[in-house]
């Protein structure tokens, strides 16, 4: 908490240019504090949210830990000899979190304004088991979970959300907008990239076992394009001016270039070119550096150079194969 209070007073808000501690409130229990104290520091936290967003502003409430504050209402309620549940949690626990959780939302305030409440609640089971109580009840009521993968952590993979066990329920909700605003086959080009994930994971359990040098080159693709994609896409610097907020239309561009990469890797190994001539041409390289080399400004004409490079490229193997065949 001292280190948040020392960083946040140092770091400048872009979109006044104060310190980002300006707009910032904290609420901490330490741990020799009362626990009813901890108990009740979720609910100040979010009353204070909703005295802001009553004046018509977006406010945005980070809950570290709901696990932490679900073990004081077990605390309390073993001290008032109640009746336990599973886990000794009290049976209320469910609905208190659920009371917590629909505190969030976006309202039309009776003098006018608009404002909105969102609620970012962190849950750190013990060992890392998500079937105990507060994390299974938690997952009833929310639909969006990010999973933190402590072995992306380990790599310096930030943010370490695991692309395969998080998941969002709002992607139906979404569909009509992102084809209005962003592309039309926005949400197909999604579904494509998280199929490539998949098989990847799927392909890593042979990898272990065997090694990568006996997969067949399609499937060396698609280990390949899974990386740019991990790493040129997922993988975020919050330290770096362009990488830092990327908007939508420069992800749809990305994800258009990953996805021509998979296209064309795949043409070459249907055209008999060994997977290890594709890997020599750098064009995975080219595209995990494009959150750095372009912009988030005036993008569309790095974008289209840089796929008319890779096709190019792509272009000449298979001409250089013919050459070769002759």
């Known amino acids: 908490m001292t280190q948040v209070l020392e960083e946040f007073s140092e770091l400048i808000d872009p979109k006044s240019n104060r310190p980002l501690l300006d707009r910032t409130m904290l609420i901490a229990n330490t741990s020799n504090m009362p626990v009813a104290a901890c108990e009740a520091s979720i609910y100040t936290g979010i009353t204070i949210a909703e005295y802001y967003r009553d004046m018509g502003y977006d406010v945005a409430l980070m809950a570290d830990s709901t696990s932490r504050w679900a073990e004081a209402l077990r605390e309390i309620s073993g001290r008032l000899e109640e009746m336990p549940a599973e886990e000794g949690f009290p049976a209320y626990l469910a609905s208190r979190l659920s009371q917590f959780y629909e505190r969030a939302g976006y309202v039309t305030n009776l003098n006018g304004t608009e404002g909105s409440v969102s609620v970012i609640g962190a849950v750190s089971p013990q060992g890392g088991d998500f ?8 997952k009833r009521f929310i639909r ?4 933190l993968d402590k072995s992306l952590a380990y790599a ?11 998941y969002s329920e709002y992607i139906d909700d979404l569909t009509e907008w992102y084809s209005e605003n962003v592309s039309k ?16 994971s799927n392909l890593m359990e042979i990898v272990k076992l065997i090694g990568a040098d006996v997969l067949p080159d399609s499937q060396k693709v698609t280990l390949e394009v899974a990386k740019a994609i991990r790493v040129g896409f997922l993988q975020q610097n919050a330290f770096h001016a362009d990488d ?18 998979d296209d064309r890797m795949k043409e070459l190994i249907d055209k008999g070119i060994v997977f290890s001539k594709i890997a020599e041409a750098g064009a995975v390289e080219d ?3 494009i959150k750095y080399t372009i912009g988030n400004e005036s993008i569309e004409a790095p974008f289209h150079e840089l796929q008319r490079k890779i096709n190019e490229t792509f272009d000449n193997l298979i001409a250089q194969r013919y050459r070769d065949g002759e």
């Open 131 to 138: 079937s105990e109580p507060v994390t299974q009840n938690t």
């Open 287 to 289: 595209i995990i550096r």
């Open 144 to 147: 969006c979970f990010w999973a």
């Open 156 to 166: 310096r993979h930030y943010p370490a959300i695991h692309w395969l066990s998080s």
């Open 244 to 261: 830092t907020y990327v908007p939508l239309e420069k992800q749809n561009k990305m994800m258009d270039v990953i996805l021509l990469l």
């Open 185 to 200: 086959n926005f949400m197909e080009k999604r579904s494509r990239i998280m199929a490539i994930l998949q098989e990847e």
